[in-house]
């Protein structure tokens, strides 16, 4: 890694502004310890994982109904068991939002289905109040299951606090999921309420998804109750009134708090459940410590309830933060539409995806940011250098940009950004506190500023209690700990910086080996997506069986109305010899109307790498999990053709 553009750097007096500035200070005088810098601080959060995640237990004064008896009992991987004998709840720490007044807004809801919706603290808290009464009149208790097919609205999140402070199970799935995705993710976890709405508009298009209700509901036998929101005629929908108290069910560190799944692009989708304790004391470092949310901030991140995202978002009122909530095509009318909603809002926090923001870089945006705006995230994929600088240079000089790499498998980010530190271009500027991220070469041995694949080497809270339906674990470890016995392995690569920053450069299971030589994806498409007649692209690597080079092979989308020729494919392989290497130059470059990618985006490679090597489409990827199913058959003629 090259010293790297210094695009953002903190403000002298960022130890007196950030929160984690205070909380630096109260490791000082509550328990003695000093650090030079961020560098030493992360340090120690890995090197003394039991001191450093008390000391965020305490810091953050997490409610026990029964104190632990440890911190971290056993810290082998998998099966690490933290604060054991503690029992709390997830919703109660939401709902106490510390530093926030009963009359001031809380969420705000932004919908091109229906006016905007705003709840007051007090008023999120009476609507939790309702409808966890109306889940107990449906006979909803300790370990039951309550299904969300519900857009990104604040009728979502009441229900996930709702049903959480009744130490029920949530999941959620957004409703441009079809049926076959629902029901093969469901049916593993046996739901015996769902609430649903009846459809939703997307930008201009009406959408009515009675027909997939029904659908769903047929499909799941365990259902006893189905509740639906009048959302597609633009109504909200208002929890029958009760006099029954708030009350919080009283639950162990580990239980279970929502179902969250893996894309499902091949084979059924991962049911990863994620627990009460482990997401609470993880979202309440990384949004106050990483992210520097409290009191009078309002936190936006672009996202569906199908992505872990919305998940990380709904956590923002236990750090005192408001969260600004968006269902909608993002790009309607135009790319602009989410910068403005952030104007209006206004929004202090702007999360998005990385793609989102290259697709605004290239349509040449220039939004007008909020003078409140302070920090960006992005996350989904890579962000290239070029995202960095079109942020700076477009949005605004002042922010800092914030580079995530996490997943649903640990809901949160492992490395990021921090007040502390520079943001430099095309970086992520540092592991974040408790995540032990190591880079492993070839041989399993931890690296530094070489390519490597990306572990982690010392549980994290946030990892999964297990997955649904799996009571030996056989599923749980061969998904993470199969490479590398009691290391966590990602499926990423990434290298590691003398300075502790980092860079992604795509899948591990994806990899381009070109004559030995592991190449990154990611640095790939910021190279070909650069060029102004390429919208999307996917390469692939197809090994020689008999040791040779192999071959590796670009599929390119153009823009409206441009057809690729010999021009065209010339200047894509200069750009990348010239960006890159001469290794990076593809043997063969043919066109294609899309890129397959996951419903959140997600580009897939894999799937298409399979295709290629005469595995037939149903079986490459799972179509419910696409968000464009239609682009797989695409690559089918190449098959026939080699």
Not at 14 to 19: F, I, N, Q, S, W
Request: glycine share 10%; with cysteine; charged share 20%.
């Amino acid at each position: 890694m090259s010293a790297g553009t210094v695009l953002w750097t903190p403000p002298a007096d960022v130890l007196d502004r950030a929160r984690i500035g205070d909380y630096l200070r109260w490791l000082r005088e509550n328990r003695g310890l000093a650090f030079a810098d961020y560098q030493a601080l992360w340090q120690w959060s890995v090197d003394d994982l039991p001191a450093f995640w008390r000391s965020i237990w305490d810091y953050f004064d997490v409610v026990a109904y029964d104190q632990p008896t440890a911190t971290l009992a056993d810290p082998v991987m998998p099966g690490a068991r933290w604060f054991p004998g503690a029992t709390l709840n997830y919703a109660e720490h939401v709902l106490r939002m510390p530093g926030v007044a009963d009359d001031d807004v809380i969420v705000l809801g932004y919908s091109q289905t229906r006016e905007p919706v705003t709840l007051t603290a007090a008023g999120l808290r009476e609507q939790v109040r309702r409808a966890r009464a109306a889940l107990r009149e449906l006979g909803v208790g300790r370990g039951d299951r309550v299904a969300a097919y519900a857009p990104n609205i604040p009728e979502t999140y009441v229900l996930m606090l709702a049903t959480a402070s009744l130490g029920a199970v949530f999941a959620s799935c957004a409703p441009e999921f079809g049926t076959r995705s629902v029901v093969d993710r469901w049916q593993q976890i046996e739901p015996t309420v769902l609430v649903a709405v009846d459809g939703y508009r997307y930008g201009a298009k009406t959408i009515d998804r009675s027909g997939e209700v029904e659908a769903i509901r047929a499909a799941l036998p365990s259902l006893r109750h189905t509740v639906t929101i009048p959302y597609l005629t633009g109504g909200a929908w208002d929890w029958p009134a009760s006099t029954e108290e708030m009350a919080y069910e009283p639950v162990p560190f580990d239980h279970p708090l929502y179902v969250l799944y893996s894309s499902g692009t091949t084979g059924l989708p991962k049911p990863i459940v994620h627990g009460h304790g482990g997401i609470l004391v993880e979202h309440l470092k990384m949004l106050a410590l990483h992210h520097d949310l409290g009191p009078g901030d309002r936190f936006f991140w672009f996202t569906t309830t199908g992505w872990m995202m919305w998940n990380f978002l709904a956590s923002g009122p236990a750090v005192g933060a408001a969260i600004v909530l968006f269902d909608g095509d993002p790009a309607h009318p135009d790319l602009g539409a989410l910068w403005r909603l952030a104007e209006e809002a206004p929004v202090t926090y702007f999360g998005t995806s990385a793609p989102f923001l290259l697709a605004c870089r290239k349509a040449g945006l220039t939004p007008t940011a909020h003078p409140r705006l302070r920090g960006i995230g992005s996350t989904g994929a890579p962000l290239p250098p070029e995202g960095f600088a079109w942020v700076y240079e477009a949005v605004s000089p002042t922010v800092q940009l914030q580079s995530l790499s996490g997943g649903t498998d640990v809901c949160t980010g492992f490395i990021g950004g921090v007040p502390l530190l520079p943001v430099y271009e095309g970086e992520l500027s540092c592991r974040c506190l408790g995540a032990r991220v190591e880079a492993y070469d070839a041989d399993g041995q931890p690296v530094v500023g070489q390519l490597g694949e990306l572990v982690i080497t010392r549980p994290m809270p946030s990892m999964p209690v297990g997955f649904w339906g799996d009571p030996d674990g056989r599923r749980y470890r061969e998904a993470y700990f199969d490479v590398y016995p009691g290391v966590w392995r990602h499926g990423d690569w990434i290298t590691i910086s003398e300075r502790g920053s980092c860079v992604i450069t795509g899948r591990s299971d994806a990899t381009l080996n070109r004559g030995g030589v592991r190449l990154g994806t990611s640095e790939f498409y910021s190279v070909v997506e650069g060029l102004s007649e390429v919208t999307d692209s996917v390469v692939v690597h197809l090994e020689d069986p008999a040791g040779g080079p192999g071959e590796l092979l670009l599929f390119v989308v153009l823009a409206d109305g441009r057809e690729l020729d010999d021009e065209l494919r010339a200047k894509i392989a200069r750009e990348l010899r010239t960006a890159l290497s001469p290794r990076h130059v593809p043997d063969e470059i043919h066109q294609v109307k899309a890129v397959p990618r996951t419903l959140s985006a997600k580009k897939l490679e894999v799937p298409v790498k399979k295709i290629l090597t005469g595995t037939p489409v149903p079986e490459a990827a799972s179509t419910g999990a696409l968000a464009n199913p239609e682009s797989l058959t695409a690559f089918e003629p190449f098959v026939r053709k080699r």
